[in-house]
Every structure is written in structure tokens, then in C-alpha cells.
């Protein structure tokens, strides 16, 4: 297997049915997998403790760092069960929603979330199965919302809700959520994502539980976390663009120019952005994407996305290796564009204030003017690495790190080929060496290249960037010109 992707976008695929055992978890990961996500509103604990062994498994056989994120359910909000399984709601028609346990019917069902009730007010819209049935509360108090259907359809046994007018008074971790956290910290995942996100403080709330053993990935699927969103960006360290639960909760039409916010938002910041949802649903059953499926995936990268993402059609689909290689070439084909080249360069919008910010953009203007084959960064916590990722150069980005699990959670990062250290570097010569060596190693240099090396003096300090070097690839001109 290459040692090397031959893109800057990464690719997560999501693991279940279709995809849980060695053969098949190795075979998306050759494919192009760069990060594997276990989905927590699936599966036992047990099922995903073995998916977990056998992705340290293929990243021992390989030796490549392997990312791993484990997704959240967050709270479901379901309707109760109906007497005859279900009813057709017409436009027009009343329909009330109470805590009554009792089997609805076509004039009323129970809706067990007081949280809801306690939140609604007139005038509020309730959309029920994806947003297929749509409703509008006339009245309501601490048990009940009398509503009138706008929108009708078949609502039936323990059909979703979404409540996309107000903030809801419930915490984004339910008691499964927090008994997954600690099961998944301990367990050694690298991220954790966040659904059911409104405000900051539900990131925050997940950081302290977590207690540094995951980076936190905020899923933006609510409309309120739209009007928070800088500050749930702050509290975070990533971002998801859930973009089915965006597309319910508010119009479809809207979801694009949201996502292209987003994603430059997440540059700016230096934070890794998933683009989720969708994305190729139709090999969920064909071998083929359709066309207007690959047009979005290569919108996502054109906008410069850190990562693409599948979830049914590597976790339940019949073609869960051909859902990865397919977003494989069209990332390859994308990045190829000159077109490419000239978005991704003409979108940068980076205020820099630091001297790491003035190393990192030195760093790319002169890889991009001269002829350096790569940017190669020392980084204890990954920080350098996602500066120098911000700034989207042209020319691969090495990270070298002795800390393995900032190895893992960069494989995220848009562009960062990590490479763990074994020994710990404490003079910028020795940097320089290692960086020259990896270089060669993973085919990203020849002896008669050039690299551009950056990193922290003095080492091991974290946000010390303030060295950059450009350096031959053979080690006997570093031995010579290199000083102390």
C-alpha cells in the first residue's frame, strides 16, 4: 500500500453492519479512509469495542495513524405509539400533543418531552418524520399544544420531532449520551461529536467530561446553533455540517449558503470542518453515484473542507469500498483543477496577529514561490499543524509528532500527512534531519529537494512556533549548513 493520500480533502466513513470486520475495515482504509466514525446511536458498546480493536489492529499492520470519532446521539425527541400504528393527518386538521401515555390517535398522540411544552409558545411550527408532516401550535401550556396541520402526511409509532423555532431546555448529553462519552474516552477515541448542540455551553459541558481525552467536535444541525455559532466555534475544537437535521429544520434552500459560512468560518478559525450528510446516498444500493451527488461532494472541496463524510453507504450500504473510492477520485479530480487552485487562494481569509500566524504564512508563500516540495511542522499538541493547514498551500503538509494521539486526531486536518516520532527532539538540527528522512521516507522529497521546516524553539512548549528553515532534503548539506 502507498504510504501516502494523493489529496488534501480527508474522507471519513462511518462503520456498522457492512463494514465491521478486519478485511472490510482495512480494505476502506486502503481505499481511502482517513478517519472511521462508530455511530452511538447504533450498536452495543461490545460491537464497538471491537471496531475500535480492529482499527488499532490495521493502524498497527500499517503503521499510519488512524483517526476515530465517536458520534453522540444526543436527545431523540419521538411521539408515543397510536392505537391502529397510524393515522393520515390532513392539512387543516387539529391535533394535540400531551404527556397522556395513553396510544394516540388520530386526534392526538403523546409527545413524553415536557421540555417541549415548557418551551412552546403560539404561532411555533412542530415538524414530525423528518419534516414530512409539518405543524403550527394555536395554543399551549405546561402538558398540551393544540396545533393545526399545515403541512399533512402519515404520522405514525415513535416518528421524530424537531422543534426548530425555539431553544429547548435540554441538556445535548441524555444519560446514554454521557454513559457513551466516558465508555469511548476510555475505550481511546480521538474525537467525540456533539449532536443536539444550541448553545456553547453544551460543548463546554462535554470538554470537562471528557477531560482532554478527545478533541470535542461540535454537529451544527439546529437553528439555534446558528445564532451561537462563533460561540460554539470558539468552545470547540471542530465542526460537523449535519446537514440533514439543517435541512429540516429549516428551508432546504437555505442549507448551501449556510454550509459555505460555516466552512470558511472553520478556515479562518485554523478548526478541521466536516461536510455530512447525503453525500452519496444512492450507492447505499448502486455501485454508481449520481451526478448531482458527485457535484456536491466537489462543491464541499472546492469550498476547502477539511473532510467529506459517508454514513449509511460504508455502514449499511451493498458498496461501502466503492463509496470511498469514489470520493477518493473526485477529490483527486477536484484538487487537480486549476479552478481549484484559484478558489481555494482567493476565499483565504485570515487575520494574523501572532508570530506562529507570520511563521506559518511565511511558510506557504515561500513554498508556493519557489520550488519546496513540502512544509514539514514539529507539533506537541497539533497547533502548528493546523495554522500551517489554514493557510491551504499548494504543497503537502508533514506533521511530526512524538505524541501519538495528536498523530490521530490531524488526520482530520485538511492537507496533514502525520507522521509520529519516536524520539524526542530537542534541538532544531535534529528537527531538520527527521523532517529530511520523513520526507524521503513517505515520497514526498527526493535528496535533491528542498523542504520548508517549522517549529517551536524552545521545543516541546506549546504555541512557541517562531522558526522556519528552508532545507535541503539530503543530510549531509543540513550536517554542513545547519547551525546549532
Same mark, same amino acid.
Request: hydrophobic share 45%; net charge negative; charged share 25%.
Given at each position: 500500500?502507498?504510504?501516502?493520500?494523493?489529496?488534501?480533502?480527508?474522507?471519513?466513513?462511518?462503520?456498522?453492519?457492512?463494514? $465491521?470486520? @478486519?478485511?472490510?475495515?482495512?480494505?476502506?482504509?486502503?481505499?481511502?479512509?482517513? /478517519?472511521?466514525?462508530?455511530?452511538?446511536?447504533?450498536?452495543?458498546?461490545?460491537?464497538?469495542?471491537?471496531?475500535?480493536?480492529?482499527?488499532?489492529?490495521?493502524?498497527?499492520?500499517?503503521?499510519?495513524?488512524?483517526?476515530?470519532?465517536?458520534?453522540?446521539?444526543?436527545?431523540?425527541?419521538?411521539?408515543?405509539?397510536?392505537?391502529?400504528?397510524?393515522?393520515?393527518?390532513?392539512?387543516?386538521?387539529?391535533?394535540?400533543?400531551?404527556?397522556?401515555?395513553?396510544?394516540?390517535?388520530?386526534?392526538?398522540?403523546?409527545?413524553?418531552?415536557? +421540555?417541549?411544552?415548557?418551551?412552546?409558545?403560539?404561532?411555533?411550527?412542530?415538524?414530525? &418524520?423528518?419534516?414530512?408532516?409539518?405543524?403550527?401550535?394555536?395554543?399551549? &401550556?405546561?402538558?398540551?399544544?393544540?396545533?393545526? #396541520?399545515?403541512?399533512?402526511?402519515?404520522?405514525? &409509532?415513535?416518528?421524530?420531532?424537531? #422543534?426548530?423555532? /425555539?431553544?429547548?431546555?435540554?441538556?445535548?448529553?441524555?444519560?446514554?449520551?454521557?454513559?457513551?462519552? %466516558?465508555?469511548?474516552?476510555?475505550?481511546?477515541?480521538?474525537?467525540?461529536?456533539?449532536?443536539?448542540?444550541?448553545?456553547?455551553?453544551?460543548?463546554?459541558?462535554?470538554?470537562?467530561?471528557?477531560?482532554?481525552?478527545?478533541?470535542?467536535?461540535?454537529?451544527?444541525?439546529?437553528?439555534?446553533?446558528?445564532?451561537?455559532? &462563533?460561540?460554539?466555534?470558539?468552545?470547540?475544537?471542530?465542526?460537523?455540517?449535519?446537514?440533514?437535521?439543517?435541512?429540516?429544520?429549516?428551508?432546504?434552500?437555505?442549507?448551501?449558503?449556510?454550509?459555505?459560512?460555516?466552512?470558511?468560518?472553520?478556515?479562518?478559525?485554523?478548526?478541521?470542518?466536516?461536510?455530512?450528510?447525503?453525500?452519496?446516498?444512492?450507492?447505499?444500493?448502486?455501485?454508481?453515484?449520481?451526478?448531482?451527488?458527485?457535484?456536491?461532494?466537489?462543491?464541499?472541496?472546492? %469550498?476547502?473542507?477539511?473532510?467529506?463524510?459517508?454514513?449509511?453507504?460504508?455502514?449499511?450500504?451493498? @458498496?461501502? #469500498?466503492?463509496? /470511498?473510492?469514489?470520493?477518493? $477520485?473526485?477529490?483527486?479530480?477536484?484538487?487537480?483543477? *486549476?479552478? @481549484?487552485? +484559484?478558489?481555494?487562494?482567493?476565499?483565504?481569509?485570515?487575520?494574523?496577529?501572532?508570530?506562529?500566524?507570520?511563521?506559518?504564512?511565511?511558510?506557504? %508563500?515561500?513554498?508556493?514561490?519557489?520550488?519546496?516540495?513540502?512544509?514539514?511542522?514539529?507539533?506537541?499538541?497539533?497547533?502548528?499543524?493546523?495554522?500551517?493547514?489554514?493557510?491551504?498551500? $499548494?504543497? *503537502?503538509?508533514?506533521?511530526? !509528532? *512524538?505524541?501519538?494521539?495528536?498523530?490521530?486526531?490531524?488526520?482530520?486536518?485538511?492537507?496533514?500527512?502525520?507522521?509520529?516520532? $519516536?524520539?524526542?527532539?530537542?534541538?532544531?538540527?535534529?528537527?531538520?534531519?527527521?523532517?529530511?528522512?520523513?520526507?524521503?521516507?513517505?515520497?514526498?522529497?527526493?535528496?535533491?529537494?528542498?523542504?520548508?521546516? !517549522?517549529?517551536? #524553539? *524552545?521545543?516541546?512548549?506549546?504555541?512557541?512556533?517562531?522558526?522556519?528553515?528552508?532545507?535541503?532534503?539530503? +543530510?549531509?548539506?543540513?550536517?554542513?549548513?545547519?547551525?546549532?
Amino acid at each position: 500500500m502507498e504510504m501516502r493520500r494523493r489529496r488534501k480533502v480527508k474522507i471519513v466513513a462511518t462503520l456498522g453492519p457492512s463494514s $465491521s470486520d @478486519y478485511q472490510m475495515i482495512r480494505a476502506l482504509f486502503e481505499a481511502g479512509a482517513d /478517519v472511521f466514525r462508530l455511530n452511538m446511536s447504533h450498536g452495543t458498546h461490545e460491537e464497538q469495542a471491537a471496531r475500535h480493536a480492529i482499527i488499532r489492529q490495521i493502524e498497527n499492520d500499517l503503521g499510519r495513524p488512524i483517526a476515530i470519532l465517536a458520534d453522540l446521539q444526543g436527545p431523540k425527541l419521538r411521539v408515543g405509539a397510536f392505537t391502529a400504528g397510524a393515522h393520515d393527518l390532513e392539512e387543516g386538521d387539529k391535533f394535540r400533543f400531551d404527556l397522556d401515555p395513553a396510544d394516540g390517535d388520530s386526534n392526538r398522540v403523546c409527545l413524553p418531552h415536557p +421540555e417541549i411544552f415548557a418551551a412552546l409558545k403560539p404561532g411555533a411550527t412542530l415538524l414530525v &418524520n423528518d419534516g414530512k408532516i409539518r405543524l403550527r401550535v394555536e395554543s399551549c &401550556n405546561a402538558d398540551f399544544a393544540d396545533c393545526v #396541520v399545515t403541512v399533512g402526511g402519515t404520522i405514525s &409509532n415513535r416518528k421524530g420531532v424537531n #422543534v426548530p423555532d /425555539v431553544v429547548l431546555p435540554l441538556a445535548a448529553l441524555s444519560e446514554k449520551d454521557r454513559s457513551d462519552l %466516558e465508555f469511548t474516552c476510555e475505550l481511546g477515541v480521538d474525537w467525540l461529536a456533539l449532536s443536539f448542540v444550541q448553545r456553547p455551553e453544551d460543548v463546554t459541558e462535554a470538554r470537562t467530561l471528557a477531560k482532554g481525552r478527545a478533541a470535542v467536535l461540535a454537529k451544527i444541525e439546529k437553528p439555534a446553533a446558528l445564532g451561537a455559532f &462563533n460561540e460554539i466555534l470558539a468552545a470547540a475544537d471542530g465542526i460537523m455540517v449535519a446537514r440533514g437535521d439543517l435541512g429540516v429544520e429549516l428551508p432546504v434552500t437555505s442549507v448551501p449558503p449556510i454550509q459555505k459560512r460555516l466552512v470558511r468560518a472553520c478556515r479562518a478559525a485554523a478548526k478541521p470542518v466536516i461536510v455530512a450528510t447525503q453525500m452519496l446516498e444512492s450507492m447505499i444500493e448502486s455501485p454508481m453515484p449520481t451526478r448531482a451527488e458527485v457535484s456536491d461532494v466537489a462543491t464541499a472541496i472546492y %469550498e476547502g473542507a477539511d473532510a467529506v463524510m459517508l454514513s449509511a453507504e460504508s455502514a449499511a450500504g451493498r @458498496y461501502p #469500498v466503492e463509496a /470511498v473510492k469514489t470520493m477518493d $477520485s473526485v477529490a483527486q479530480s477536484v484538487e487537480s483543477d *486549476p479552478t @481549484y487552485r +484559484e478558489i481555494i487562494e482567493s476565499s483565504r481569509r485570515v487575520k494574523r496577529s501572532t508570530v506562529a500566524d507570520g511563521i506559518v504564512a511565511a511558510a506557504r %508563500e515561500i513554498a508556493e514561490a519557489t520550488d519546496v516540495n513540502a512544509i514539514c511542522c514539529f507539533t506537541q499538541t497539533g497547533t502548528t499543524a493546523s495554522l500551517v493547514a489554514r493557510e491551504r498551500p $499548494s504543497v *503537502p503538509i508533514l506533521a511530526l !509528532t *512524538p505524541v501519538m494521539g495528536t498523530a490521530r486526531r490531524l488526520c482530520l486536518t485538511w492537507g496533514v500527512h502525520c507522521v509520529p516520532t $519516536s524520539e524526542k527532539i530537542d534541538r532544531f538540527k535534529a528537527a531538520v534531519v527527521n523532517a529530511a528522512k520523513a520526507a524521503r521516507a513517505y515520497g514526498f522529497a527526493s535528496e535533491n529537494d528542498q523542504i520548508v521546516v !517549522t517549529a517551536g #524553539v *524552545p521545543f516541546n512548549v506549546r504555541g512557541t512556533t517562531n522558526i522556519l528553515r528552508v532545507a535541503p532534503c539530503d +543530510e549531509r548539506l543540513i550536517y554542513s549548513t545547519d547551525p546549532e
